[in-house]
T-cell receptor, first 113, second 115 residues
Framework: GNSVTQMEGPVTLSEEAFLTINCTYTATGYPSLFWYVQYPGEGLQLLLKATKADDKGSNKGFEATYRKETTSFHLEKGSVQVSDSAVYFCALSGSSNTGKLIFGQGTTLQVKP | DVKVTQSSRYLVKRTGEKVFLECVQD?????MFWYRQDPGLGLRLIYF???????EKGDIPEGYSVSREKKERFSLILESASTNQTSMYLC??????????????FGNGTRLTVT
């Protein structure tokens, strides 16, 4: 079945450092890929998405490219801020067309001033 | 903006109690979902519904049931709460009946503790 694997956290960075959070997936068919962010005390919010191979999703300085050849969707940001401290979840659409998503285990990012 | 509202932010219940978690969305979405979130395990799907009175099991339905009598409301029921159901519960909705691309809109979660 479909699955998502994320790098383990926590990831601790200094402000303005470069961020990469790795995400790889296993899927049949042609799923869409998503990154969600969860700030402390809140639910998850969609950060960005990509719906087909080689698509690049971007939002708030974050980017991720749908790489079918490496089955990856790594999240990157050139210069992180303290306000980016959160838990980040990679997700893909399920194998049946029901709108449900399959999530990775989440990666906690801590950015220090 | 879409709003998904979960009725309780924190709940403390005793083992064996019947527990109801309520979720309401205000954007006429067809799909609604219940996930539980545990450290190191991410989000796991308990149940989902793609229409009124319709429900389907997710990956971990044991010990749970759901009810969707109205389109905007999706309830998660723990028939007899157990300590291993202590978790964060997240409700979500999405706008179309069948779509690979629709993002989920989440509520802020209910942290349930079963003692």
């Amino acid at each position: 079945g479909n699955s998502v694997t994320q790098m383990e956290g926590p990831v601790t960075l200094s402000e303005e450092a470069f961020l990469t959070i790795n995400c790889t997936y296993t899927a049949t068919g042609y799923p869409s890929l998503f990154w969600y962010v969860q700030y402390p005390g809140e639910g998850l919010q969609l950060l960005l998405k990509a719906t087909k191979a080689d698509d690049k999703g971007s939002n708030k300085g974050f980017e991720a490219t749908y790489r079918k050849e490496t089955t990856s969707f790594h999240l990157e940001k050139g210069s992180v801020q303290v306000s980016d401290s959160a838990v980040y979840f990679c997700a893909l659409s399920g194998s049946s067309n029901t709108g449900k998503l399959i999530f990775g285990q989440g990666t906690t990012l801590q950015v220090k001033p | 903006d879409v709003k998904v509202t979960q009725s309780s932010r924190y709940l403390v219940k005793r083992t064996g109690e019947k527990v109801f978690l309520e979720c309401v969305q205000d954007m006429d979405h067809e799909n609604m979902f219940w996930y539980r979130q545990d450290p190191g395990l991410g989000l796991r799907l308990i149940y989902f519904s793609y229409d009124v009175k319709m429900k389907e099991k997710g990956d971990i339905p044991e010990g749970y049931s759901v009810s969707r009598e109205k389109k905007e409301r999706f309830s998660l029921i723990l028939e007899s709460a157990s300590t291993n159901q202590t978790s964060m519960y997240l409700c979500a909705s999405s706008p179309t009946g069948y779509s690979y691309n629709s993002p989920l809109h989440f509520g802020n979660g209910t942290r349930l503790t079963v003692t």
